[in-house]
């Protein structure tokens, strides 16, 4: 892709679109209409809305401060540069967490949409055993390079691509507007379910870990590396809400209660839909885009985790290095994946609250600093002054309140 692009001519914006788009849309997607089957349609998208400002604002934040340094800087050298070392280590011991627990999450959904499969196919295979068996294949492609794995994942997105243009289509054509628009309550009766929203949102609009790759691929051109983020973030706002369009305009309010009972797996949701579409071809289009989202999630995840661990614990590039960071990448995610497998919705959950201090709080603060050691330095610089960094930090706040509330159980939640 490099290669056809000439020595002053820099690469089209779509590219980076694409790269954003399809780091923000995974497997993740798969949790939103569960946990927001609560606040339901109209409020929920409100909050989508919400969470996609405050995430794009976060990433411009963090473009703008990495503007003043060398192609290649990243979250430790920046933090570490403008935030000293002890907020580096609490925001490194954030990343490891978010992309470990993400690891855990796409093996849990990994094993049940596989026996899912499977049992279309009329295999029996459990669950665990499923997940087993994808993992290993995954841990293989890891150990291979970066190579192997961009190759793979390359086929993946495009099969989850077409997938989803001939999945939606359909889904759309099924869906019941009274359905969607009412479920039978009242306001307050979706209002009171609307904090729980908040961290899964958040998780669902991760990106900020492409921005460096991207300002080295549009060798330091600020403005066009801001519209890939602009364009890529909306790009993904609107496959959500088609989405979540697709899923509460087809199944009922209070049938997302069974599904969250099973912990919220994937299975679950696209067993649920496909016995309300009664079209086969519809049944199967999402099992396929399922299995798909979640092995380039589960790729490009577990890839990050990876290279994050070979730099922490500086393991080597050869073979054998290689093998120590793979198990040392998947002993504990595949771990407690053998443990809970039902563990999906809970997994991206706390990756929503650790996700708020890399990809949240950590860029607003890095901006500050920046406009402060910087002051007079030219170049792309996100506007608003203060108010778009105070909005960002408010979001955070909240966002922790919420989560901290629902895990001592402070909080009402309808699919339970």
Known sequence: MEAAVSVNKLPSVLWGTLIITGTVVGAGMFSLPVVMSGAWFSWSAAILLLTWLCMLLSGLMFLEASLHYPTGAGFDTLTR?????????????????????????????????????????????SARMAGLGFTLLVALFVWLGTAVVSRVT?????????????????????????????????????????????????????????????IGYYRH???????????????????????IIGTMGNIPRGDFIAIAQRGGNIDALVEALSGLLQSASLSKLLTIFSTFAVASSFLGVTLGLFDYLADLLRFDNSGTGRLKTTLTTFFLPLAAAMIWP?????????AGLAATIWAVITPALLAHQARKRFPQAQGWRLKGGRLPIVLVLLFATLNIVVSLLSYVDLLPVYAR
Request: charged share 10%; hydrophobic share 55%; with cysteine.
């Open 154 to 214: 390359l086929i993946f997105l495009g099969a989850k691509v077409i997938t989803f243009f001939l999945l939606f289509g359909g889904l759309l054509g099924h869906v019941k507007p009274a359905l969607l628009l009412d479920a039978g309550g009242n306001e307050t009766d979706y209002l009171r379910y609307v904090w729980m929203v908040i961290p899964f949102c958040l998780a669902s609009f991760g990106y900020h870990g492409n921005i460096s790759g991207l």
């Open 342 to 350: 039902n563990g999906f919705l809970l997994a991206i959950g706390y």
């Open 81 to 125: 540069d403008l935030l000293g070392a002890r907020w580096n280590l609490l925001n490194g011991t954030s990343i490891a967490f978010v992309l470990g627990i993400l690891t855990y999450a796409y093996i849990s959904a990994s094993g049940a949409i596989l026996q899912h499969t499977f049992a279309t196919l009329h295999l029996p295979v």
């Open 221 to 243: 051109d600020g403005k066009k590396v801001a519209r890939c983020l602009l364009l890529g973030t909306v790009a993904a706002l609107v496959i959500y809400l088609v989405w």
